[in-house]
């Protein structure tokens, strides 16, 4: 899940069929693979982040609802967080910098973040402080301890 500080750049994105076979959650890094459509990010390939998950639990236990509009695998998200990003009806991706708050499912939570520090992307589109060898993508803001397991960072796209 993701918290968006102010309202930036968004734009609605496909999903994958990869994504769409195995879900995703909000704050999940996405590459651009066709017309609008996207797929999880490399280190060296990213176009933005998802706003809204799909099909998976998050840490609070609360599902994301999906339905089949028109029998066309076109699902509306029900969001209980992201209301005020405006991503009620379709597959969201921020395409702008920004502060945000990411929760334990989007970054690695094996590892112990300092401010200031540069965040980079593994290879499944997660945050990390393990330098890749591309640009890095966010700087840490707040670390998880301050606040309540939330990593908060100033995306720089």
Same mark, same amino acid.
């Given at each position: 899940?993701? !918290?968006? $500080?102010?309202? %930036?750049?968004?734009?609605?994105? *496909?999903a994958g069929p990869v994504l769409m076979q195995t879900g995703w959650y909000g704050g999940q890094w996405v590459?651009?693979? #066709?017309? +609008?459509?996207?797929? *999880?990010?490399?280190?060296?390939?990213? =176009? %933005? /982040?998802? /706003?809204?998950?799909?099909?998976?639990?998050?840490?609070?236990?609360?599902?994301?609802?999906?339905?089949? /509009?028109? #029998?066309? !695998?076109?699902?509306?998200?029900?969001?209980?967080?992201? *209301? &005020?990003?405006? =991503?009620?009806? *379709?597959?969201?991706?921020?395409? @702008? @910098? #920004? +502060?945000?708050? $990411?929760?334990?499912?989007?970054?690695?939570?094996?590892?112990?973040?300092?401010?200031?520090? $540069?965040?980079?992307?593994? =290879?499944?589109?997660? +945050?990390?402080?393990?330098? &890749? %060898?591309?640009?890095?993508?966010?700087?840490?803001? %707040?670390?998880?301890?301050?606040?309540?397991?939330?990593?908060?960072?100033?995306?720089?796209?």
């Open positions: 899940m993701v !918290k968006m $500080f102010f309202k %930036g750049w968004r734009m609605p994105v *496909k590459r651009f693979v #066709g017309d +609008l459509t996207v797929e *999880k990010a490399t280190p060296s390939s990213v =176009a %933005g /982040l998802l /706003l809204n998950g799909y099909k998976l639990e998050d840490y609070d236990g609360k599902p994301y609802h999906y339905i089949d /509009l028109d #029998g066309q !695998k076109t699902f509306v998200p029900y969001q209980y967080e992201n *209301k &005020s990003v405006m =991503a009620l009806s *379709k597959v969201t991706m921020a395409t @702008d @910098d #920004g +502060l945000y708050d $990411f929760n334990r499912n989007v970054y690695d939570t094996s590892l112990i973040y300092a401010y200031n520090e $540069f965040l980079y992307l593994n =290879a499944d589109g997660i +945050l990390t402080n393990v330098d &890749s %060898g591309s640009s890095y993508v966010a700087v840490v803001a %707040g670390i998880p301890d301050d606040n309540n397991g939330w990593l908060r960072v100033l995306v720089r796209m």
